[in-house]
């Protein structure tokens, strides 16, 4: 309970809610746009320049680098099955931005498995920052592949489809061209690279991460009264019964699965409940920035209120301590 207060009471969740408050009273707060899409593009840098460091300060053998495949892996695979279970409820572009929101992960949920890690005396492995990071951009890249192969079924006529086509924009969309050509720089450049750039990379970060969640606050009160309106005909009146039972099954199902293959890897404790962490997240931070920038057809107040509302405190009020008790128990 004590974990869940003290993030419940963190800066970046306030600014959220301020947002949203704004937009009830009907004030005219308001983010520019091209201030917003700044916010979106330094935050991809700086979670992807910190994950390529970590990576490049990790001592990788072949039961870590068994760890960080399996990982992206699951990153991977996650949108593949969220996407065509809430497809037939929901616009293509909103079953896209949710499945690749629940295959990416929640850096506050991870580092506060971390603290609470910490605070139990157990042990854990740093080289899980780095799949904390490379588990970003493959279900920010999956999402964008399953719309732009799912899009057409929205329109009346099919347009032709390509798969080099589409991988190729997917993989050099901003958004995830961004986040992996900075992993890749933090990779090469190692410590000594993030010696140059940490002032901007970590000490600014939580201020401009409140920025945009702010804005995301505003953006998603803004739309939340479509979260009522997805979908249509016979659906009409479920999506939020179905969103909300959704926030709460994926993780779980997503917790299951990642119990499963720490158990296989052979896990430490500690290295175990991270990993179940980092698959039972959302992500409320690169995810909602890449989809801002790639998909701005699906509605924050659906997906954002999805990842930040309802799994993100669902996680650390109940979740870390289930997770961690079923560890335990089967490890």
């Not at 593009?41 to 992807?48: D, K, S, V």
């Not at 139990?120 to 970003?136: D, I, P, T």
């Not at 991270?274 to 997240?281: F, K, N, R």
């Amino acid at each position: 309970m004590s974990v869940f207060l003290s993030n419940l009471g963190s800066p970046p969740l306030l600014f959220f809610f301020l947002g949203v408050i704004a937009v009830v009273v009907r004030s005219d707060l308001e983010i520019p746009a091209q201030a917003a899409k700044f916010l979106s593009l330094y935050l991809l840098f700086a979670i992807g320049f910190k994950g390529g460091v970590a990576l490049a300060e990790s001592n990788i053998d072949g039961g870590v680098l068994l760890t960080l495949l399996v990982a992206v892996a699951m990153s991977a695979l996650v949108p593949v099955y969220t996407f065509f279970l809430l497809k037939k409820r929901l616009s293509t572009a909103d079953a896209a931005a949710i499945a690749a929101t629940y295959g990416s992960v929640s850096a506050v949920t991870f580092v506060t498995a971390a603290g609470y890690l910490d605070m139990q005396g157990v042990a854990w492995s740093g080289y899980l920052v780095a799949a904390m990071a490379l588990m970003e951009s493959p279900a920010i890249i999956m999402g964008i592949v399953l719309y732009k192969r799912y899009a057409s079924s929205d329109v009346a006529v099919a347009s032709p489809f390509s798969w080099r086509q589409l991988l190729s924009e997917s993989l050099f969309n901003a958004s995830v061209f961004l986040i992996l050509g900075s992993m890749l720089i933090g990779w090469i450049t190692g410590p000594a690279g993030m010696s140059q750039v940490e002032p901007l990379v970590k000490g600014l970060f939580l201020g401009l991460l409140c920025l945009f969640l702010l804005d995301m606050g505003i953006v998603a009160a803004r739309r939340f009264r479509d979260f009522r309106q997805v979908g249509a005909g016979r659906h009409k009146g479920q999506p939020v019964s179905l969103m909300v039972g959704a926030a709460l099954a994926i993780p779980v199902f997503n917790a299951l699965l990642g119990l499963g293959a720490a158990a296989l890897l052979g896990l430490s404790e500690g290295d175990a409940l991270l990993l179940i962490v980092l698959v039972a997240s959302g992500s409320y931070i690169a995810v909602p920035a890449a989809m801002r920038l790639a998909l701005p057809e699906a509605n924050p107040g659906t997906y954002l209120t999805m990842s930040l509302a309802i799994t993100f405190p669902f996680n650390l009020l109940l979740g870390i301590p289930a997770y961690h008790a079923l560890t335990r128990w089967l490890l």
